[in-house]
Nanobody, 121 residues
Framework: QVQVVESGGGLVQPGGSLTLSCAASGTILRINTMGWYRQAPGKQRELVAMLSGGDNTNYADFVKGRFAISRTNAKNTVDLQMNSLKPEDTAVYYC???????????????WGQGTEVTVSS
């Protein structure tokens, strides 16, 4: 089993910053991609940022220049640094990890439970 756990959500004022963390653990041989998605009330889940391969990053247009995804020193963890936050960034943020399991060499696609981010004054 592969578990994904997010942390770091909360309430922040417009223009503020917040860092989300995501850790994947369990029977992991290799992680191919780790990404952050978000889902606002009444809307579909959408990609925010993704890290794949070595350090290849992909960002949604609405966060380019404001958010940054990066690996941390801890194994199988990524952070999402969010700056210049806007009220429209309010959503539940989910981490996703895709890779290969070490016990049976099958692929996995695991989601965390989500962490809530509220941008409001």
């Amino acid at each position: 089993q592969v578990q994904v756990v997010e942390s770091g959500g909360g309430l922040v004022q417009p223009g503020g910053s917040l860092t989300l963390s995501c850790a994947a653990s369990g029977t992991i041989l290799r992680i191919n991609t780790m990404g952050w998605y978000r889902q606002a009330p009444g809307k579909q889940r959408e990609l925010v940022a993704m890290l794949s391969g070595g350090d290849n990053t992909n960002y949604a247009d609405f966060v380019k220049g404001r958010f940054a995804i990066s690996r941390t020193n801890a194994k199988n963890t990524v952070d999402l640094q969010m700056n210049s936050l806007k009220p429209e960034d309010t959503a539940v943020y989910y981490c996703n990890a895709v890779g290969i399991r070490s016990n049976d060499f099958r692929s996995f696609n695991s989601w965390g439970q989500g962490t809530e981010v509220t941008v409001s004054s």
